[in-house]
C-alpha cells in the first residue's frame, strides 16, 4: 500500500524553538508539497519540490524553509517557531511521469501547537 | 488569479439523504484541471476525482457523483444514500493545465457530517 508517512501526528514547541517537519514517501515520487490547513482557509502552499536538491516557494513560505537531502524525504523547518505557526501542516507527494496534474497522495498531517 | 468557493461550511444530514457539495470555481485559463478529496477524522486528504475542462461528461462511481458545467463554472459532488462513513471534510481544487497539482488552488473545505 502505497503511503506518505509523516513522523508525527501531534507536536508541541515553544516560541523560538527550531522545528523540524519530517515526511517520506514510499512511490519514488518526484514531486513533493508541504502545506497548512486553517479552518476556513482550505490548504496553502508552503513548499515544494520537484527533485532532489530542488525546491521552490509556495505562496506562504515565511518563517519556513525545506530540505530534500534525499528523493524519499522532504522536510519542513521551521527556523524560530512563532504562536501563529500552530496549524495542521499536510505533505503530499505525486507523480511526474505519467504527465502533469497527477493527482496527490497526502500523509495524516502533523498537528503542531506553539505555545 | 484563480480561486475556488465551497459556499457550503458545514453541512449535516441524516443517513441515506442524498446531499450535494458545491463547488465554483474562477480563472481565465481555457484548460485545466478540477479536483475533489475526502479529508475523514484521520486527517489523510483522499484523491476522488480529476477532471479535465475539455471532459464535461458527469461523471459516477458508486455513490458519487460529479456534475462539471462549464457553464456555471461549477464542478459539484453529489453523495447519494449518504453514510457515516461519508462524514469528512471534502475539498475542491483548481489546477491550471500544464502546471502541477500540487500547486492547485482549494477551496476553504466543506465539513459533512452524516447523523445516523
Known amino acids: 500500500d502505497v503511503k506518505v508517512t509523516q513522523s508525527s501526528r501531534y507536536l508541541v514547541k515553544r516560541t523560538g524553538e527550531k522545528v523540524f517537519l519530517e515526511c517520506v514517501q514510499d512511490?519514488?515520487?518526484?514531486?513533493m508539497f508541504w502545506y497548512r490547513q486553517d479552518p476556513g482557509l482550505g490548504l496553502r502552499l508552503i513548499y515544494f519540490?520537484?527533485?532532489?536538491?530542488?525546491?521552490e516557494k509556495g505562496d506562504i513560505p515565511e518563517g519556513y524553509s525545506v530540505s530534500r537531502e534525499k528523493k524519499e524525504r522532504f522536510s519542513l523547518i521551521l527556523e524560530s517557531a512563532s504562536t501563529n505557526q500552530t496549524s495542521m501542516y499536510l505533505c503530499?507527494?505525486?507523480?511526474?511521469?505519467?504527465?502533469?496534474?497527477?493527482?496527490?497522495?497526502f500523509g495524516s498531517g502533523t498537528q503542531l501547537s506553539v505555545l | 488569479a484563480q480561486k475556488v468557493t465551497q459556499a457550503q461550511t458545514e453541512i449535516s444530514v441524516v443517513e441515506k439523504e442524498d446531499v450535494t457539495l458545491d463547488c465554483v470555481y474562477e480563472?481565465?485559463?481555457?484548460?485545466?484541471?478540477l479536483f475533489w478529496y475526502k479529508q475523514p477524522p484521520s486527517g489523510e486528504l483522499v484523491f476522488l476525482i480529476r477532471?479535465?475542462?475539455?471532459?464535461?461528461q458527469n461523471e459516477i462511481s458508486g455513490r458519487y457523483s460529479w456534475n462539471f458545467q462549464k457553464s456555471t463554472s461549477s464542478f459539484n459532488f453529489t453523495i447519494t444514500a449518504s453514510q457515516v462513513v461519508d462524514s469528512a471534510v471534502y475539498f475542491c481544487?483548481?489546477?491550471?493545465?500544464?502546471?502541477?497539482?500540487?500547486?492547485?488552488?482549494f477551496g476553504d473545505g466543506t465539513t459533512l457530517t452524516v447523523k445516523p
Open positions: 477532471r479535465n475542462s475539455f471532459d464535461e
Open positions: 519540490s520537484y527533485d532532489v536538491k530542488m525546491k
Open positions: 503530499a507527494s505525486s507523480d511526474s511521469t505519467s504527465g502533469t496534474n497527477e493527482k496527490l497522495f
Open positions: 481544487a483548481l489546477s491550471e493545465a500544464w502546471g502541477n497539482a500540487g500547486k492547485s488552488t
Open positions: 512511490m519514488d515520487h518526484e514531486n
Open positions: 480563472t481565465r485559463d481555457t484548460t485545466y484541471y
